[in-house]
């Protein structure tokens, strides 16, 4: 075909897809209301669209076909609109006593039932029945409910219903959206098996908004609630913008439910049509937001969303598809000897951009570790190793990377800089110390060489040589996500291994060329992350002017009078500062305010959203304002 023409069709492909896309509207949305069938004509009169009301109750599993005919008969001619239900089983489907023919007897006769009833879309949260007791292994209780999901997806899609798996607080076997997303990923049966997203659960878990867009292709159903109290919207008027916002980018449209604490004095009777009145503001606000960011809509990703690396500040891999990701990482307290081979840089002198040299003070180096690799199990364990020394540097559990500090937030947009290193989250099990516990032929290690890693059966092995030997790697957690773990080292060649005796290490030695430690957790670590990522320091100046420098402030705002990316901080406090409809008096409230809400008020002349929100703690907060105070 002639070249011009490819362009030409290239060109109008283009233009169509753009021209004919619409913008999400607030028309794309239904709402409802978790609670009984018998209030919808009171939520029907104030807009609402439906009820979602409890499975069991709704199609009672319990009756005879007779008295369900009855039953069906009474609530269609009441003409309730129930598109959806929750509460589904409360058969135990984990565990030693679980019970999968009873389950499915249950949910094959719920399922027929909810189809005559007019349900399209059944909420699975159920916690007790997917909950295994304590102490039992949480990979074989996910197994046994991805068995029993298998055995009812094929009874619901039989009758048009679509399963909407929903993750809950305090739920070890699904407490994210990306674990239930997983288990949509292995059913893969798209038409019939969902996600729930649930605001509340979500906010309740650490589970990022942005997760919403992330695993946007899975979501099917929306619950929603204000994180203090659980209440309704509009009650506390907590702020979910982010998630809305990450709603209407994910391209949702259908249904959205409350699923609320309505005690007295908040009763569904006196509030409803103010929570409606408060979701529909707040969506609307989303949707405006997102053509104005957006223009003309872009045809979407084929899987629904948008990639970006930002999207989760919080990632986690799986048992069987690890995370592997190479960053900065904090230096918990290792020994010199562990990072022998790393430079160690030293402070350099302040420079001031409005003098043009340099000035009085002190600019830290860093304190991480720039050549590892961290790799993350799921949120049993985690683990840390050096490409420098080649070893590994320490084990933890129960968590992975905070990334806000190195990646920024979504309502900033952009990388937040260099020199921020992301915290580690969760309970530290091991780490190094002193020299590399390996010998070769009975030599130490010197100069280590790292050759780079490969993946087998999605785990890393990672390849490093010293004296003339290449030597391959693993590291293999215990299957009981105990915080046991087992390093494997092995050679092609007649290198004889050999290992350091060390507290917490079992090594068994079948070859010459081939060496394995298993590691027990270390109970005198416990706290260790608590401590090397949070400031113990007392609240002061000083350790304000530490945070000023830990968090790279100096990057953006001077404090000498000259000009940057952001306002100076000389003789800030007092100071009046002018905005487009006001005047406000820099009092150590705007301080606060602008420590913690960075955008809530943009000095004219500057950009908007340039400035991460960081996480900072209270005292840290008091620190920096003590801090800018004194300038």
Same mark, same amino acid.
């Given at each position: 075909?002639?070249?011009?023409?490819?362009?030409?069709?290239?060109?109008?492909?283009?233009?169509?897809?753009?021209?004919?896309?619409?913008?999400?509207?607030?028309?794309?949305?239904?709402?409802?209301?978790?609670?009984?069938?018998?209030?919808?004509?009171?939520?029907?009169?104030? $807009?609402?669209?439906?009820?979602?009301?409890?499975? +069991?109750?709704?199609?009672?599993?319990?009756?005879?076909?007779?008295?369900?005919?009855?039953?069906?008969?009474?609530?269609?001619?009441?003409?309730y609109?129930?598109?959806?239900? /929750?509460? @589904?089983?409360?058969?135990?489907?984990? $565990?030693?006593?679980?019970?999968?023919?009873?389950?499915?007897?249950?949910?094959?006769?719920?399922?027929?039932?909810?189809?005559?009833?007019?349900?399209?879309?059944?909420?699975?949260?159920?916690?007790?029945?997917?909950?295994?007791?304590?102490?039992?292994?949480?990979?074989?209780?996910?197994r046994?409910?991805v068995?029993?999901?298998?055995?009812?997806?094929?009874?619901?899609?039989?009758?048009?219903?679509?399963?909407?798996?929903?993750?809950?607080?305090?739920?070890?076997?699904?407490?994210?959206?990306?674990?239930?997303?997983?288990?949509?990923?292995?059913? /893969?049966?798209?038409?019939?098996?969902?996600?729930?997203?649930? @605001?509340?659960?979500?906010?309740?878990?650490?589970?990022?908004?942005?997760?919403?867009?992330?695993?946007?292709?899975?979501?099917?159903?929306?619950?929603?609630?204000?994180?203090?109290?659980?209440?309704?919207?509009?009650?506390?008027?907590?702020?979910?913008s982010?998630?809305?916002?990450?709603?209407? !980018?994910?391209?949702? +449209?259908?249904?959205?439910?409350?699923?609320?604490?309505?005690?007295?004095p908040?009763?569904?009777?006196?509030?409803?049509?103010?929570s409606?009145?408060?979701?529909?503001?707040d969506?609307?606000?989303?949707?405006?937001?997102?053509?104005?960011?957006?223009?003309?809509?872009i045809?979407?990703?084929?899987?629904g969303?948008?990639?970006?690396?930002?999207?989760?500040?919080?990632?986690?891999?799986?048992?069987q598809?690890?995370?592997?990701?190479?960053?900065?990482?904090?230096?918990? $307290?290792?020994?010199?000897?562990?990072?022998?081979?790393?430079?160690?840089?030293?402070?350099?002198?302040?420079?001031?951009?409005?003098?043009?040299?340099?000035?009085?003070?002190?600019?830290?180096?860093?304190?991480?570790?720039?050549?590892?690799?961290?790799?993350?199990?799921?949120?049993?364990?985690?683990?840390?190793?050096?490409?420098?020394?080649?070893?590994?540097?320490?084990?933890?559990?129960?968590?992975f990377?905070?990334?806000?500090p190195?990646?920024?937030?979504?309502?900033?947009?952009n990388?937040?800089?260099? $020199?921020?290193?992301?915290?580690?989250?969760?309970?530290?099990?091991?780490m190094a110390?002193?020299?590399?516990?390996?010998?070769?032929?009975?030599?130490?290690?010197?100069?280590?060489?790292?050759?780079?890693?490969?993946?087998?059966?999605?785990?890393?092995? @990672?390849?490093?040589?010293?004296?003339?030997?290449?030597i391959?790697?693993?590291?293999?957690?215990?299957?009981?996500?105990?915080?046991?773990?087992?390093?494997?080292?092995?050679?092609?060649?007649?290198?004889?291994?050999?290992?350091?005796?060390?507290?917490?290490?079992t090594?068994?030695?079948?070859?010459?060329?081939?060496?394995?430690?298993?590691?027990?957790?270390?109970?005198?670590?416990?706290?260790?992350?608590k401590?090397?990522?949070?400031?113990?320091?007392?609240?002061?100046?000083?350790?304000?002017?530490?945070? @000023?420098?830990?968090?790279?402030?100096?990057?953006?705002?001077?404090?000498?009078?000259?000009?940057?990316?952001?306002?100076?901080?000389?003789?800030?406090?007092?100071?009046?500062?002018?905005?487009?409809?006001?005047?406000?008096? !820099?009092?150590?409230?705007?301080?606060?305010?602008?420590?913690t809400?960075?955008?809530?008020?943009?000095?004219?002349?500057?950009?908007?959203?340039?400035?991460?929100?960081?996480?900072?703690?209270?005292?840290?907060?008091?620190?920096?304002?003590?801090?800018?105070?004194?300038?």
């Amino acid at each position: 075909m002639n070249p011009t023409i490819n362009r030409l069709l290239a060109i109008l492909t283009v233009t169509l897809s753009i021209s004919s896309a619409t913008h999400t509207s607030i028309d794309d949305f239904q709402f409802g209301i978790c609670g009984k069938p018998e209030i919808y004509p009171t939520i029907k009169a104030s $807009g609402f669209h439906y009820v979602e009301a409890s499975t +069991k109750l709704l199609t009672k599993p319990n009756l005879n076909d007779q008295a369900f005919a009855s039953h069906l008969k009474s609530h269609l001619k009441k003409q309730y609109q129930i598109p959806v239900t /929750n509460s @589904f089983i409360s058969i135990p489907l984990v $565990g030693p006593k679980k019970d999968h023919s009873s389950g499915l007897k249950y949910a094959t006769t719920v399922f027929e039932r909810a189809k005559k009833l007019g349900v399209k879309k059944i909420v699975f949260g159920s916690q007790g029945s997917r909950t295994p007791p304590d102490h039992y292994d949480l990979q074989t209780a996910r197994r046994e409910f991805v068995t029993f999901l298998k055995l009812i997806v094929p009874e619901a899609q039989k009758r048009g219903l679509v399963i909407c798996l929903e993750p809950l607080t305090k739920d070890n076997l699904m407490p994210t959206l990306a674990s239930a997303a997983a288990m949509c990923e292995e059913i /893969n049966a798209p038409q019939t098996l969902g996600i729930t997203a649930d @605001f509340w659960h979500m906010m309740n878990n650490n589970d990022e908004a942005d997760n919403i867009r992330k695993f946007a292709k899975h979501i099917k159903h929306i619950h929603l609630a204000e994180q203090k109290g659980r209440t309704p919207p509009g009650i506390n008027n907590q702020d979910l913008s982010a998630y809305w916002d990450a709603l209407v !980018a994910s391209g949702y +449209k259908g249904l959205i439910s409350i699923e609320a604490s309505w005690r007295s004095p908040i009763s569904i009777k006196t509030h409803h049509a103010r929570s409606l009145q408060v979701m529909k503001k707040d969506l609307q606000k989303a949707i405006q937001k997102s053509k104005s960011q957006t223009g003309s809509k872009i045809t979407p990703h084929p899987e629904g969303r948008i990639s970006s690396v930002t999207y989760n500040n919080n990632p986690l891999g799986t048992p069987q598809k690890p995370l592997i990701l190479r960053t900065y990482l904090p230096d918990p $307290g290792l020994d010199q000897q562990v990072l022998a081979n790393h430079h160690h840089a030293g402070p350099s002198p302040k420079y001031s951009p409005a003098v043009g040299r340099d000035v009085p003070g002190t600019y830290f180096p860093i304190n991480g570790i720039p050549a590892a690799i961290a790799v993350n199990h799921g949120k049993g364990f985690s683990y840390a190793w050096d490409t420098t020394e080649c070893r590994l540097l320490y084990t933890w559990s129960d968590g992975f990377l905070d990334m806000h500090p190195y990646w920024g937030t979504s309502d900033q947009g952009n990388r937040t800089g260099f $020199g921020y290193l992301p915290s580690l989250t969760g309970t530290m099990t091991y780490m190094a110390k002193g020299n590399h516990p390996l010998t070769l032929n009975s030599q130490p290690i010197k100069s280590p060489k790292f050759l780079g890693y490969s993946i087998t059966n999605n785990q890393p092995t @990672f390849r490093w040589k010293s004296q003339d030997t290449t030597i391959h790697t693993t590291i293999t957690p215990s299957p009981k996500q105990n915080g046991k773990f087992t390093i494997t080292h092995h050679t092609e060649n007649s290198t004889v291994f050999g290992h350091a005796n060390l507290p917490h290490t079992t090594i068994n030695h079948p070859l010459p060329n081939h060496l394995s430690i298993t590691i027990s957790p270390n109970p005198n670590l416990k706290n260790q992350i608590k401590s090397t990522t949070s400031d113990s320091e007392s609240i002061s100046i000083k350790t304000g002017e530490k945070l @000023f420098l830990k968090y790279s402030c100096q990057m953006c705002h001077t404090i000498d009078g000259g000009k940057s990316h952001g306002p100076t901080l000389q003789k800030l406090h007092g100071k009046k500062r002018k905005f487009s409809d006001t005047t406000i008096t !820099a009092d150590e409230t705007y301080l606060r305010e602008s420590l913690t809400h960075p955008n809530a008020k943009i000095v004219p002349g500057y950009q908007p959203n340039y400035m991460p929100k960081f996480p900072l703690q209270e005292s840290e907060i008091t620190s920096l304002v003590l801090y800018l105070k004194s300038l």
